[in-house]
């Protein structure tokens, strides 16, 4: 685990599942008085038409610590995609981030002095509520572990340039 008490900003990313219930999810973590703190406020304040960013809750009147806002990336359309998002989505987000707190996979201080930007795909077409949880859930377990590793990321990334692609494009060379 990083633990580097001068490191402002954290980000990792997770991607699990496929077809229409497919999660990519992309987080930020850090201090509230850094880059991740000022993103979180500006997230909340400055909403735009389709996109609501919204406080993670494990249940209603119960936020998730660190202080985490959902900044969701695909417009809401019709209501099953508002109930995965803000229902099954954010329930599984909610999971993850609570219990890499309790299991210190997140540093105990992030509890009260950090806050969280989580930006989650959820296809509008999503079919499964069931799946969006389980896949928002492991996508976010994974964009964390990912944020607060502190091995070099630089093999990593010389592997995976050898399998470019994405789940939406795979290069031909």
């Known amino acids: 685990m990083n633990t580097q008490n001068d490191a402002?900003?954290?980000?990792g990313e997770g991607f699990v599942g496929e077809g229409v219930n497919a999660a990519?999810?992309?987080?930020m973590l850090g201090p509230k008085s850094g880059p991740v703190?000022?993103?979180f406020v500006n997230a909340l304040a400055m909403p735009r038409q389709g996109h609501c960013p919204f406080m993670v809750i494990i249940k209603p009147g119960v936020p998730v610590k660190p202080a985490t806002v959902y900044a969701n990336k695909a417009e809401i359309s019709?209501?099953?995609h508002g109930n995965a998002t803000w229902g099954a989505s954010q329930a599984g987000?909610?999971?993850a981030i609570t219990?890499?707190?309790l299991e210190g996979t997140l540093p105990k201080e992030s509890e009260n002095n950090w806050s969280i930007v989580v930006a989650?795909?959820?296809?509008?077409?999503c079919d499964d509520l069931d799946a969006i949880f389980k896949n928002n859930y492991e996508a976010t377990q994974t964009a964390i572990k990912n944020a607060m590793s502190s091995n070099s990321e630089i093999d990593?990334?010389?592997v995976a340039l050898s399998q470019l692609g994405n789940p939406f494009y795979q290069p031909k060379s």
Do not use: C, T
């Open 8 to 11: 402002s900003m954290f980000i």
């Open 24 to 27: 990519h999810v992309n987080i």
């Open 37 to 39: 703190g000022q993103a």
């Open 78 to 80: 019709g209501d099953l």
């Open 93 to 95: 987000i909610a999971k």
């Open 99 to 101: 219990e890499a707190l």
């Open 120 to 125: 989650p795909w959820v296809n509008p077409s």
């Open 156 to 158: 990593k990334l010389k």
